[in-house]
Nanobody, 119 residues
Framework: QVQLVESGGGLVQPGGSLRLSCTASGIIISDNPMGWYRQAPGKERELVATIFSGGTTNYADFTKGRFTISRDNARNMVYLQMNSLKPEDTAVYYC?????????????WGQGTQVTVSS
């Protein structure tokens, strides 16, 4: 049914940039809250950014204006532009979609894409 597939991760030098993409199927991203989460080794999964159906966004404090979440409704894709990357940004980044159910919402997750920031 719902499938979220991330891409765009890789190895980047500190201060560099990456653009992550989330390709969605079985869900209309413009109708649902979409987000990016990340999980670093030894840490819990944490919210990076969210974009709501109306287009408003929310960011975790650690992004410090470096990250931008966006979407392309025509392509049904969500993006995370990451600039000024730091080693502590190293993590597996996951795309998340929340779909309204009859009684409750349900979260869907992609498989994750590895981001490594290292010199």
């Amino acid at each position: 049914q719902v499938q979220l597939v991330e891409s765009g991760g890789g190895l980047v030098q500190p201060g560099g940039s990456l653009r992550l993409s989330c390709t969605a199927s079985g869900i209309i991203i413009s109708d649902n809250p979409m987000g990016w989460y990340r999980q670093a080794p030894g840490k819990e999964r944490e919210l990076v950014a969210t974009i709501f159906s109306g287009g408003t966004t929310n960011y975790a404090d650690f992004t410090k204006g470096r990250f931008t979440i966006s979407r392309d409704n025509a392509r049904n894709m969500v993006y995370l532009q990451m600039n000024s990357l730091k080693p502590e940004d190293t993590a597996v980044y996951y795309c998340n979609g929340q779909v309204k159910g009859w009684a409750a919402a349900r979260d869907y997750w992609g498989q994750g894409t590895q981001v490594t920031v290292s010199s």
